[in-house]
């Protein structure tokens, strides 16, 4: 989703983000049997439609080039797309585990965060000694551009975690930012989980897209993104 989201506007990323809610409940059919009505259905294709006209509306303002913002292309918005697999098998997983066995949405949250840490130790590494070629004016691609790592003037590497700590470090506004994040999304995937167990996985996909408004208006506000009629 975050790769996507480097070739997407954030609103048109937010709203493609929409396509989880006819994944999760496909997925809801197919693994855990549950029974949709015609009124779900309905409620679906139109989710459909409006998916298809955010990813063409934003790749046509990108192609006509009248659009200065973040271009919006098709590998952005197949890229989201794709995730949202990723996205819904995990929510659906959640409800099959919170539904057969007492689990505290805490610990979950606590659990996968503690995972991604142990992952990300690993590729981190990793990454710092893969080197890449890109140039400097090139924010689109997934080589990092440092002109400073002795590998010639277009060279760099995909992960450089030591300038990325000094950004940090350096900035009150990332470090106030960064924590904003860790609350907010911590609170955002506990509650979601609960959703999950109380209620079910296809309801917590419903609820999570309800920011793409709020998300459209704050862009809009902020002149980060064109008014497409579509």
């Not at 003037?153 to 904003?180: C, Q």
Request: net charge negative.
């Amino acid at each position: 989703m975050f790769v996507g989201l480097t070739q997407c506007a954030a609103s048109i990323y937010q709203m493609m983000r929409g396509a989880i809610v006819v994944i999760t409940a496909g997925m809801a059919m197919l693994f855990l049997g549950r029974k949709q009505y015609t009124h779900h259905y309905v409620s679906l294709a139109m989710i459909v439609a409006a998916v298809a006209i955010v990813g063409l509306a934003g790749i046509a303002a990108s192609d006509d080039g009248k659009d200065d913002k973040t271009p919006t292309t098709p590998m952005g918005v197949g890229l989201i797309i794709l995730a949202q697999l990723f996205t819904g098998g995990q929510f659906v997983t959640e409800e099959k585990l919170l539904s057969g066995y007492y689990l505290d949405p805490l610990l979950v949250v606590g659990l996968e965060g503690f995972w991604g840490c142990v992952y990300y130790s690993i590729l981190l590494p990793i990454f710092q000694n893969v080197h890449c070629e890109t140039k400097p004016d090139d924010t689109g691609s997934l080589c990092h551009y440092n002109p400073a790592s002795g590998y010639g003037p277009k060279a760099g590497n995909i992960e450089d975690t030591g300038e990325a700590w000094m950004n940090l470090t350096n900035s009150g506004f990332l470090i106030v930012t960064s924590l904003g994040i860790i609350v907010s999304i911590a609170c955002f995937n506990a509650t979601g989980v609960a959703i999950t167990k109380f209620a079910s996985a296809p309801q917590r996909s419903t609820v999570d897209t309800s920011r793409t408004l709020l998300i459209w208006i704050v862009q809009m506000a902020m002149g980060e993104e064109t008014f497409i009629p579509m």
